[in-house]
């Protein structure tokens, strides 16, 4: 069931959900997420349930302020550099879990992911649970594992059906998931790309990232294969997708294409979108865009390979993930 997120009783009725051991679906600046109380772990074990992703597979702990970041974390100095200069936003941190915290949240690991969306609506509803009990919500994206994720209400019933309680809050600002940097460690590496550049992430460390490597901890979005659309997706180099598009003539194919310029061999019948030209747009609209494309039945989606630079790494990332399906 949708409803208004803006509507302060509606906010204060997911919290009371929420503090109830059942699941909420609500917006954040990067991607709507599906979300249970993180000191429940029968409460998170619906979450898995529901998008049938594997227990193994960590979840992010949202939650209102960096206050509320000691119940389940402890923010080493290399974390709160990351927090000071980015909370609340699209920056999860990886840090030593609280023993006995949030277990099943983290898979069971010694290390937790921590965010503090930026969102208001999110931000509301995490201060109401907080007041109704809940320290912090554990929220994956709302979708089925290893699908296009959700950057709409919409997109969310279009999961999981009306039964869910959805709070609305608009098309998500962002449109990919958070980056995650991993603080666990004596040198912080960046495990998953996102709006914020690798640049700007070491900028406010005052070091140099890693990279993820076989010593990273398991980490939300970071399996080879994520995203993905039902239809097969290829990542492709520009002149390759030109070519490609100029030997298929007039036979589409139930094609989509996704560049960001309209190639002259579309044949007709050939769905197109153009991609934008500013990474930030790109990264706003792309899940939506894949979700369309994908609803329209097509089998096939050609997208071109993003301009090389920083800038990109996000959206890159995602659909390298999407074409590895």
Known sequence: MRVDGR?????????????????????????????????????????????????????????????????????????????????????????????????????????????????????????????????????PSANRFGRISPTSAAHVIEEFGEELLVLDGGPAQLGIESAIVDCSRERPALLRPGVLTRERLEAALGAP??????????????????????????????????????????DPLKLAVYSRSVPSGVATGVRHRRMPARPEQAAHELFAVLRELDNAGVHLIWVEEPPPGPEWDGVRDRLSRAAAT
Not at 20 to 38: D, I, K, M, Q
Not at 212 to 219: E, F, N, T
């Open 7 to 139: 509507d302060a009783d509606e906010v204060a009725r997911a919290a009371a959900v929420l503090a109830s051991g059942e699941l909420v679906a609500f917006p954040t600046e990067t991607v709507y997420g599906l979300g249970a109380r993180a000191d429940d772990d029968a409460a998170v074990a619906k979450i898995f349930a529901l998008k049938g992703r594997p227990t193994g597979h960590p979840l992010i702990v949202h939650v209102a302020s960096r206050d509320e970041a000691g119940r389940f974390g402890t923010l080493s100095p290399l974390a709160e550099r990351i927090v000071d200069a980015f909370w609340p936003g699209p920056v999860t941190v990886i840090v030593r879990r609280v023993p006995g915290a949030a277990e099943a949240a983290a898979a069971g690991l010694a290390t937790i992911g921590l965010r503090c969306p930026a969102h208001p609506v999110a931000h509301a509803l995490l201060v109401a649970a907080r007041e109704a009990g809940v320290p912090g919500v554990a929220a």
């Open 209 to 250: 990232l890693a990279g993820a490597d076989l010593a990273s901890p398991r980490a939300p979005g970071t399996l080879e294969s994520h995203y993905a659309p039902r239809a097969r997706l290829r990542l492709m180099p520009t002149g390759m997708l030109k070519t490609a598009l100029e030997v298929l003539g007039s």
